[in-house]
């Protein structure tokens, strides 16, 4: 048997760990709705983003990385080179 996954548009946001970086994420996140805090730990001095999934884990996001909200408003990691690989990105500027 085989299946296709069915295309299914997500939100994402890329980390780099400039200074704008972790006010823009903590808006990017709150503009869903969602407290940050409930779901995010930011660690400047190792520069890693902590993130709780849907499942109770908590994962490590690095520089570079990129944190995907899923379609059914869960976040998780992503690693940029997956990223390019799995998805299109959508050009909202219409």
């Known amino acids: 048997m085989k299946a ?5 548009e997500i939100d994402y ?3 780099d760990f400039t200074p704008e970086c972790a006010d823009k994420l903590v808006q990017w996140v709150e503009s869903f709705g969602i407290d940050f805090k ?35 408003g869960c976040f998780y990691p992503c690693n940029k080179a997956l990223f390019e690989l799995t998805y299109d990105r959508i050009d909202e500027s219409n």
Do not use: A, M, W
Request: proline share 5%; aromatic share 4%.
């Open 38 to 72: 409930n779901h995010f730990t930011l660690n400047h001095e190792d520069k890693t983003v902590l993130v709780k999934t849907l499942e109770g884990n908590t994962c490590k996001i690095n520089d570079g990385d990129l944190i995907l909200r899923g379609s059914t």
């Open 13 to 15: 946001f890329p980390i």
């Open 4 to 8: 296709r996954k069915k295309p299914v």
